[in-house]
T-cell receptor, first 112, second 113 residues
Framework: GEDVEQSLFLSVREGDSSVINCTYT??????LYWYKQEPGAGLQLLTY?????DMKQDQRLTVLLNKKDKHLSLRIADTQTGDSAIYFC????????????FGQGTTLQVKP | KAGVTQTPRYLIKTRGQQVTLSCSPI?????VSWYQQTPGQGLQFLFE???????NKGNFPGRFSGRQFSNSRSEMNVSTLELGDSALYLC????????????FGQGTRLTVV
């Protein structure tokens, strides 16, 4: 079945890099996403990667995809206090559907 | 370009009542999906609409229903509210069902007392 797993909490110092990890089970996933949620807000799309890619970089964000191990990671370079939020990994399956399967979310705490 | 608009932002209802939530997608987007977010269950898919047709439905009881209008705006309805329906309800908008990017609204926080 479809399942997405994330570690629940990560704490880093301001200026360090953060790496948030995610594993998924659906080998037919076409796209994998990272969303950010700040307190009291909706989900903000940060970046996504197509399943035939293994890396995507977008400014401070780097996404790595290991399709063989069904492992996705999000690296945030030079982490700032404003990056403190919950980060969700999500997968989109094959077929003509927009349905997303989300992980439980990783709370990123950035200490000054 | 305006983002996804959900109304109302906050709602308090009593058990047994019914509620209707509204979502206006980004202009030009024809696909709307709904998700329920709770601390215990996380983000769960409710349903997906495209061109006024329900394309996909999650594992929720029949008390949860929705519809989409010709202007792509969508509503979801929950009848006979239960305490466990208290959640943040999020709407996502995309150009089409196979589109890569889904953009979320701020959500409607429903509290059932």
């Amino acid at each position: 079945g479809e399942d997405v797993e994330q570690s629940l909490f990560l704490s880093v110092r301001e200026g360090d890099s953060s790496v948030i990890n995610c594993t998924y089970t659906d080998s037919s996933s076409t796209y994998l996403y990272w969303y950010k949620q700040e307190p009291g807000a909706g989900l903000q799309l940060l970046t996504y990667i197509f399943s035939n890619m293994d890396m995507k970089q977008d400014q401070r964000l780097t996404v790595l995809l290991n399709k063989k191990d069904k492992h996705l990671s999000l690296r945030i370079a030079d982490t700032q206090t404003g990056d403190s939020a919950i980060y969700f990994c999500a997968e989109k399956g094959s077929g003509n559907t927009g349905k997303l399967i989300f992980g439980q979310g990783t709370t990123l705490q950035v200490k000054p | 370009k305006a983002g996804v608009t959900q109304t109302p932002r906050y709602l308090i209802k009593t058990r047994g009542q019914q509620v209707t939530l509204s979502c206006s997608p980004i202009s030009g987007h024809r696909s709307v999906s709904w998700y329920q977010q709770t601390p215990g269950q996380g983000l769960q898919f409710l349903f997906e609409y495209f061109s006024e047709t329900q394309r996909n439905k999650g594992n929720f009881p029949g008390r949860f229903s929705g519809r989409q209008f010709s202007n792509s705006r969508s509503e979801m309805n929950v009848s006979t509210l239960e305490l466990g329906d208290s959640a943040l309800y999020l709407c996502a908008s995309s150009i089409g069902t196979a589109n890569t990017e889904a953009f979320f609204g701020q959500g409607t926080r429903l509290t059932v007392v």
